[in-house]
């Protein structure tokens, strides 16, 4: 039984930090607390996904976003990079 359920204390729910890096800043981090990997990458995902349908008009900015999920020592866990770039043909449109 994972956190020690069998023996009727839990060891505390190991807390993770969501941090968005863009070319000019990083923001502040996001809190996650979670002893599941796969649920920790999801919720990644869908924090990424919230993110952009929020702040759209800022990717168009920065062009690159590096977003994290790092442990309490600071060690980088999981990335999702996310680049938003004109082409050849929009290249000359502002």
Same mark, same amino acid.
């Given at each position: =039984? $994972?956190?020690?359920?069998?023996?009727?204390?839990?060891?505390? %729910? $190991?807390?993770?930090?969501?941090? @968005?890096? &863009?070319? /000019?800043? %990083? /923001?502040? +981090?996001? $809190?996650?607390?979670?002893?599941?990997? +796969?649920?920790?990458? @999801?919720?990644?995902?869908?924090?990424?996904?919230?993110? *952009?349908?929020?702040?759209?008009?800022? %990717?168009?900015? #920065?062009? #690159?976003?590096?977003?994290?999920?790092?442990?309490? +020592?600071? *060690?980088?866990?999981?990335?999702?990079? @996310? &680049?938003? =770039?004109? +082409?050849?043909?929009?290249?000359? %449109?502002?």
């Amino acid at each position: =039984m $994972p956190n020690g359920a069998l023996c009727g204390w839990r060891l505390p %729910i $190991p807390k993770f930090n969501i941090n @968005i890096r &863009t070319q /000019s800043r %990083i /923001s502040d +981090t996001v $809190p996650v607390h979670s002893d599941d990997h +796969t649920a920790l990458q @999801i919720e990644l995902a869908r924090f990424v996904g919230e993110l *952009l349908k929020d702040h759209a008009d800022l %990717i168009w900015v #920065d062009e #690159d976003w590096q977003i994290d999920v790092s442990d309490e +020592t600071g *060690l980088i866990l999981y990335v999702l990079n @996310i &680049t938003a =770039m004109k +082409t050849a043909a929009t290249a000359s %449109i502002p």
